[in-house]
């Protein structure tokens, strides 16, 4: 299996970007409100490393940064993306995740897990109410997924494989 790198300031720079464009695009645009590019982002980084230690890292400091972005408790989002970074590296291992199908597939179901991870620790945790729309929660997925696999094959130009 080849390895496969970013460079530091493009990985820094991509984590930044995501947390100013997910803070600030909702205000501008409410319709942005589905967008998770963070978790896009740490997705993204953890099948392109294909190592879970790093994978957690990743999305616990994504995460975390993210919560302190935004109105939840500190935490939540930590939980959520570090979850899903370790799926996303634990499933790159196993299976070839550079093809655009397999990347959809991944990246719509890592969004319903995040979307089902952050309203079961605001039920089971906070005790707060929730209230799941599905059909937004899919389509939610579905742009994701598909804004995702965009991105990626963008992204995948400042790979360097050794």
């Not at 993204?44 to 939840?72: E, F, I, K, N, V």
């Not at 996303?88 to 719509?108: E, K, P, Q, Y």
């Not at 995040?114 to 605001?122: D, R």
Request: glycine share 10%.
């Amino acid at each position: 299996m080849e390895v496969q790198r970013l460079p530091l300031v493009f990985m820094a720079g991509l984590g930044i970007f995501s947390l100013l464009l997910q803070s600030w695009l909702p205000v501008w645009f409410a319709w942005t409100g589905w967008l998770q590019l963070p978790l896009l982002v740490v997705v993204y980084l953890a099948l392109t490393w294909r190592r879970t230690g790093a994978a957690l890292l990743a999305g616990a400091a994504l995460g975390l940064a993210q919560d302190s972005l935004s109105h939840l408790p500190l935490g939540i989002f930590g939980i959520a993306n570090t979850l899903s970074a370790y799926v996303a590296a634990w499933l790159a291992i196993r299976v070839d995740t550079d093809h655009s199908g397999m990347r959809f597939l991944l990246i719509a179901g890592l969004c319903g897990v995040n979307q089902g991870v952050i309203a079961g620790l605001e039920k089971f945790l906070l005790l707060w109410p929730v209230h799941i729309q599905f059909l937004a929660a899919i389509a939610a997925m579905l742009g994701n997924a598909v804004l995702g696999v965009l991105l990626f094959k963008f992204w995948d130009r400042f790979r360097r494989t050794y």
